[in-house]
């Protein structure tokens, strides 16, 4: 089975600062996406951003950037000029390709990110 | 991006009672929606995966008599609570596969209180 770690319960930053959030995940499975979801306190889950596994240019969403490390199982994303609206959980998740793309999505514990104005 | 709703956002019942939520994909068919727990300051945790016209896949340890899953239609799929008990208290949250796009959309949840 797929296990998605993040092994930091909290972290907190200045605005207009860079963070980086850490995800190490674990599987025998060569094709697979990973994600970085936002949970704010709605409980409306976003997708910030997601790799492929067969990709190996790190995926770039405005503000958003991910180190995926493939060898290492690692799959860290770092905020750019933080912003208060950033301040939320964030979810590293995995989903596997064994279903032709139709597997639900494996999530880390999360990270909450505190943004100090 | 594509919209998923959810309905109701909250429900209270009481206890022995069933509870049912609606999963809709508003402007797009999913042939696949995905049903997840949260626990409070927990992660969410995958539950099933609800199939269009054929049986959900329940993930180990979630009881499928308790609840029930059916995707009547490419747009909306439903999560029906049996017998409701305190422990079944929980945030639960569906989501519905874009198969054009390959993206998963989730619903804003259903905060279910049993008493």
């Known amino acids: 089975a797929q296990t998605v770690t993040q092994s930091q319960p909290e972290m907190s930053v200045q605005e207009a600062e860079t963070v980086t959030l850490s995800c190490t995940y674990d599987t025998s499975e060569s094709d697979y996406y990973l994600f970085w979801y936002k949970q704010p306190p709605s409980r409306q889950m976003i997708l910030v951003i997601r790799q492929e596994a067969y990709k190996q240019q790190n995926a770039t969403e405005n503000r958003f950037s991910v180190n995926f490390q493939k060898a290492a199982k690692s799959f860290s994303l770092k905020i750019s000029d933080s912003q208060l609206g950033d301040a939320a959980m964030y979810f590293c998740?995995?989903?596997?390709?064994?279903?032709?793309?139709?597997?639900?999505?494996?999530f880390g514990k999360g990270t909450h990110l505190i943004i100090q104005p | 991006g594509a919209v998923v709703s959810q309905h109701p956002s909250r429900v209270i019942c009481k206890s022995g009672t069933s509870v049912k939520i609606e999963c809709r994909s508003l402007?797009?068919?999913?042939?696949?929606m995905f049903w997840y727990r949260q626990f409070p300051k927990q992660s969410l945790m995958l539950m099933a995966t609800s199939n269009e016209g054929s049986k959900a896949t329940y993930e180990q340890g979630v009881e499928k008599d308790k609840f029930l899953i059916n995707h009547a239609s490419l747009t909306l799929s439903t999560l029906t609570v049996t017998s409701a008990h305190p422990e079944d208290s929980s945030f639960y949250i569906c989501?519905?596969?874009?198969?054009?796009?390959?993206?998963?959309?989730f619903g804003p949840g259903t905060r279910l209180t049993v008493l």
């Open positions: 998740a995995y989903r596997g390709y064994s279903g032709g793309g139709a597997d639900g999505l494996t």
């Open positions: 989501s519905a596969r874009d198969s054009v796009t390959d993206t998963q959309y």
């Open positions: 402007d797009f068919q999913a042939t696949t």
